[in-house]
């Protein structure tokens, strides 16, 4: 039995996303992880004023969900 040749690819070599996309995907997810975090917690705090009636969990939960956020990215990027 012969061996299978490998074609060439029409297309040239792949040598992966170019370091300027790789740096744009990369802010752009800090920027999600940044919005993400206080929107998620700050909705959470939010529902959870509603539910019992009260007006401090909502910034207790922006404020959480913005130290969260910044110690994901921290963990993810800062460290190499």
Sequence with gaps: MSE???QPDPYGPSEGP????QADAMG???I???????ALFGGI???LDRLLDTAFITP???VAGM???LYVIWLRYGSP
């Design 4 to 6: 299978p040749t490998q």
């Design 18 to 21: 170019s370091p300027t996309a």
């Design 28 to 30: 752009a997810t800090i």
């Design 32 to 38: 999600a992880y940044l919005v993400t975090g206080p």
């Design 45 to 47: 705090g939010f529902g």
């Design 60 to 62: 207790i939960g922006v």
């Design 67 to 69: 130290a969260l956020s």
